[in-house]
């Protein structure tokens, strides 16, 4: 259902707020929606990568990254996104996991930020949209 | 009528996205949504759809590993977030290739482009037979003398019991086009009229005289469906 009035509302400006007026189209209650179920998935596809990372699996640390950075894409995380496609590469090109250190605690780093940044964009969504609690 | 679909795809999210289009076009039905390769054979070997989306990696086999396997030849919109797949999607024939997140406009798009092929196939069923054009020749081939055929890179060869006739096409495009009750593909490279099959040895299939491999991924649906008791 496209939301009459929506215009009102800007994505944060942390965001890729360009993508996401085009994937939603100011269904912002579907965007509510689909913000919600990126922190419901995300602890559980990040800790694929981390159960990959630590059992030393290049493979499986590949797929897994490939995971999480499609869900980064829903919801306008772009900067994040292109962080683990270059993760997602590299995992292609190495053959030892220490190669990858720092670049996986790199996007550690980054994935917590941006979690933050998407529960604090939820909230946004959800006065807008008059579902707070 | 409404195309009739499937998704595979292990994202409930990316999933989720796509029903939503589907439902908004008005022009798709979603029979069902499957988080992995085996599943969607599953249902694929029962039902018949029109259109899959299929994601390419997926835990366990991968979305080509389907096309591999599947019995029959459905249109397939690849969604996926990697781009290095193009050429594996043009090798496979796909319609579409959706990069996710993709937005509405695009996938009506993709549903165009799908609404435009299924025209063409339809003006061309139910018929008992098909012209090939060989050199600057158009040869009627009647179904029933069909005994396979054998994909040769961008040309196929139709084997009958008097000639062989080489054309250029895929084994892809005639499976679309052959009658489905009459002509199963058993391999990546070879369709064969089941009528004609005189013997099974191991993963050979003999056709008066001629030997015709069974992809393993095949297997199943050559045995399911020769009448064996």
């Given amino acids: 259902m496209i939301k009459s009035g929506s215009n009102s509302f800007a994505f944060s400006a942390e965001l890729d707020s360009g993508l996401l007026n085009d994937l939603y189209e100011g269904d912002l209650e579907y965007a509510e929606v689909v913000f919600k179920d990126f922190l419901k998935y995300l602890p559980d596809y990040f800790a694929e990568i981390e159960v990959a990372y630590k059992g030393k699996h290049i493979t499986e640390l590949r797929k897994a990254v490939h995971k999480c950075k499609t869900l980064m894409g829903f919801v306008g995380l772009s900067g994040i996104q292109a962080a683990y496609q270059a993760l997602e590469k590299k995992c292609e090109q190495s053959k030892e996991i220490d190669e990858l250190e720092a670049d996986y605690k790199d996007l550690k780093k980054q994935t917590e930020s941006g979690k933050k940044i998407i529960i604090t964009e939820l909230d946004r969504l959800k006065d807008f949209n008059g579902t707070k609690k | 009528m409404k195309i009739k679909s499937i998704i595979v ?23 069902g949504h499957f988080l992995n390769v085996e599943d969607a054979l599953g249902f694929l070997n029962q039902h018949v759809v029109d259109l899959i989306f299929l994601d390419v990696e997926m835990p366990g086999a991968t979305g080509f590993d389907l096309l591999d396997r599947i019995s029959y030849s459905p249109k397939v919109i690849l969604t996926t977030s990697k781009t290095e797949y193009a050429f594996d999607a043009f090798q496979y024939n796909v319609a579409d290739y959706l990069k996710k997140p993709f937005t509405y406009q695009r996938f009506l798009e993709s549903i165009q482009k799908i609404e435009g092929t299924n025209e063409i196939s339809a003006a061309k069923v139910d018929q008992d037979h098909l012209f090939i054009k060989v050199d600057t020749k158009l040869i009627k081939l009647q179904n029933t003398d ?11 060869k139709f084997v009958t019991p008097s000639k062989k006739y080489v054309t250029l096409n895929t084994i892809k495009n005639l499976e679309e086009k052959l009658d489905k009750a009459t002509f199963l593909k058993v391999h990546r490279s070879y369709l064969v009229n089941l009528t004609k099959i005189d013997d099974l040895d191991g993963n050979i299939l003999l056709i008066q005289g001629n030997q015709v491999p069974i992809s393993k991924g095949h297997r199943d649906e050559v045995l399911k469906r020769l009448n064996i008791i």
């Fill in chain 2, 9 to 31: 795809e292990d994202i409930p999210v990316a999933a989720d996205f796509l029903r939503k289009f589907c439902e908004r076009s008005g022009k798709v039905d979603v029979l």
């Fill in chain 2, 146 to 156: 069909i005994l396979f055929v054998e994909s040769m890179g961008d040309y196929v």
